[in-house]
């Protein structure tokens, strides 16, 4: 379950055919135009651009420390880097990944080869909970989000091998080519693992079957994008009645160390048909889907042939011409066990403390103007604006990277291959370290010190649970923010963003939860029927526009546009209360920021289920609703830009 917002999910939106243009006809193309016309989407990624671009810096520098760490480990002060780096340099052991070949995998193949009914995975429910089995739900324990002092344990449903349900619609051609990739990939990597054709075949025939009789019972993309709807508690003893041919009654207890009193499903219908797919019927097929999705599941931790073989879905996803280099796959891997870690690392290295005071300045800043702008709102009652400044108060304020990491990073130990490890029994204990960790929390007071986003991260988020903004070291640098660029770009740049962020506590998710992350409704029933009618508003400005051969969803992507529309309206009256203020300036870096080129296979999977809008149009359709835009540039009625006053979209 999402349980923060990001300010990016990746880039969308293909502009290999952008011209030049004027900023009262296309702001984006005008600032991004020549740049996209010889600007290049590198081989093994999916997007290029203002993002994209800051990650692949980011990257080049850790890759680089990474190979001079495995040079001579004495150089890493910190224990838990130290277990990092061994975790690459067991990744880029790819002599020693071929030799293994697949044997790494054999006692995971015996282990599931022994389940050969209902009743086995039962007798066995709670160990296959805790290694993280494929099982037909899954378990996660967060803050309960109605009292966030608490940990509660949160049922959810099962992956789907296609992106989102609605790539199993009759109509959707995408889905049946990707759906033709991945049986194509299944069945190669099965016999790689010594199946004959035909019994992988058979198998992957069998794990198809069982993905769709899941698909009916799930919710798609948008009808997630709602998250407080996935709040549904349950006392456990009625959970229990909803699927009792799974054996929940003992492996929960067992997997908590207690029993708890009640429990949240994230989807209560998937649940209350959870025994038409638990049945003497269905085994067979659960049986084929469990096989292969284990066995995909091993193949970026064994040979480099199963490693390129086991990514070729993921690629056809995503567009990418070819997999990262193993340099790459092996820092990846540390990077993704250890994030926080290598994080702080990169903030310390290469993040300066004078950036790091001046940006929580700016937060401070914009949440003042915040607080001004709800002061001066015209269309709230004074009780609702009294709440949402004391939440604006006790939003906590995350900058740069964390003083300290988890502790659980020092439970992390990586098996060197002198100790006799190889990496895909590593992968397996550490997975099973975090699983077993996040399941003691149900016992544990709320950790409200830990980061949402590691130092390394280039991204930024809001988390309603804790109100709290995270704004990592890896994002705070040009264009988004740079001491020697202006006061106007920087607030066209960074303040945007850290406005985008504080706007999130108040778009249709953030606005459900109080000053300590509870949701409670604090708002007037007056006020909120306001609030919704700004919020259609914005869903049908975005809602149905073209974009990469498709058209945007404008339900889906509306919270990321309500604080895409707050950020850059706070971030504007921001700037011009400083001496050096330029509004082109200003406007002219919101576009840099979103620059971004992506393959088209990417720009369809986002519009598809990601949850924030295109980049151009993120930058064109927010800055048309801005009334400072058009004084600026002088747009009239008669430049492509123009958008009539009555039809700007402005909610905070």
């Known amino acids: 379950m999402i349980k923060n917002y990001a300010l990016v999910r990746g880039g ?280 292969v999705k284990e066995i995909l599941g091993t193949t970026g931790f064994l040979s480099e042939e199963l490693r390129q073989l086991g990514g070729t879905y993921g690629r056809a996803i995503s567009g990418q011409k070819e997999a990262p280099n193993q340099a790459k796959h092996a820092y990846r891997l540390a990077n993704s066990y250890f994030s926080d870690v290598v994080g702080k690392y990169y903030g310390e290295t290469y993040f300066g403390d004078t950036a790091r005071q001046d940006v929580a300045k700016m937060v401070k800043t914009m949440i003042n103007v915040y607080k001004n702008r709800l002061a001066n709102n015209s269309w709230l009652s004074q009780a609702t604006k009294d709440k949402a400044i004391v939440k604006l108060n006790n939003i906590v304020i995350k900058v740069g990277y964390p003083d300290k990491v988890r502790a659980i990073y020092s439970q992390l130990k990586v098996k060197t291959a002198a100790e006799g490890g190889n990496l895909l029994t590593n992968v397996f204990n550490l997975d099973k370290t975090y699983r077993l960790d996040n399941f003691a929390k149900v016992n544990q007071p709320v950790d409200r010190t830990r980061w949402a986003m590691p130092g390394n991260l280039v991204n930024a988020c809001y988390d309603p649970s804790f109100n709290d903004i995270t704004f990592p070291a890896a994002i705070l640098q040009a264009p988004f923010y740079s001491l020697q660029q202006t006061s106007s770009q920087n607030y066209g740049g960074i303040g945007a963003v850290i406005a985008h962020e504080i706007s999130h506590a108040f778009d249709n998710n953030g606005a459900k939860f109080d000053e300590q992350g509870n949701m409670v409704n604090w708002w007037t029933d007056a006020d909120y029927a306001a609030f919704e009618k700004r919020t259609q508003a914005m869903i049908k400005e975005f809602d149905g526009i073209p974009y990469a051969g498709s058209k945007v969803n404008g339900k889906l992507v509306i919270s990321e546009n309500v604080a895409d529309g707050g950020g850059l309206s706070c971030a504007l009256e921001a700037a011009k209360e400083e001496a050096d203020v330029d509004l082109k300036a200003f406007f002219t870096n919101w576009a840099a920021v979103w620059r971004m080129k992506a393959t088209n296979e990417y720009s369809q999977l986002l519009l598809s289920i990601d949850v924030h809008s295109p980049g151009p149009l993120r930058a064109n359709v927010q800055a048309q609703n801005m009334d400072d835009f058009y004084t600026a540039f002088d747009v009239t009625d008669q430049d492509g830009m123009w958008l009539a006053p009555e039809e700007r979209v402005n909610i905070w």
């Open 12 to 291: 969308a939106g293909d502009t290999t055919a952008a011209e030049s243009a004027r900023p009262q006809d296309n702001l984006y193309l005008s600032v991004n135009g020549e740049w996209a016309k010889t600007a290049n989407i590198p081989a093994d990624r999916s997007t290029a651009g203002g993002f994209a671009d800051l990650v692949v810096g980011v990257e080049d520098l850790l890759l680089a420390d990474f190979t001079k760490f495995r040079q001579d480990l004495t150089q890493v002060k910190q224990p838990e880097l130290q277990e990092a780096v061994k975790l690459s340099q067991l990744a880029l052991d790819f002599a020693k990944r071929g030799e293994e070949g697949t044997h790494p995998a054999v006692a995971l193949l015996a282990k599931l080869d022994a389940l050969k009914s209902w009743a086995d995975v039962n007798a066995q429910l709670a160990d296959l909970i805790k290694d993280g089995t494929a099982l037909p739900f899954s378990m996660d324990v967060e803050p309960d989000m109605k009292n966030t002092s608490a940990y509660l344990l949160y049922i959810d449903v099962p992956g789907l091998i296609l992106p989102d349900k609605t790539y199993y619609d009759a109509d959707n051609e995408n889905g049946k080519q990707l759906l033709a990739v991945w049986t194509k990939m299944a069945i190669a990597v099965l016999q790689k693992f010594g199946y004959d054709e035909s019994l992988a075949v058979e198998l992957v025939d069998q794990a198809k079957a069982f993905d769709a009789a899941i698909v009916p019972f799930v919710k798609n993309s948008e009808e997630l994008a709602d998250y407080t709807k996935q709040y549904n508690p349950y006392q456990f003893a009625d959970f229990l009645k909803l699927a009792p041919e799974v054996d929940f009654a003992t492996a929960v207890p067992e997997v908590l160390q207690s029993t708890p009193e009640k429990v949240i499903l994230t989807q209560p219908k998937y649940f209350e048909n959870l025994g038409k797919l638990v049945t003497a019927e269905t085994f067979a097929q659960y049986k084929g889907w469990l096989i």
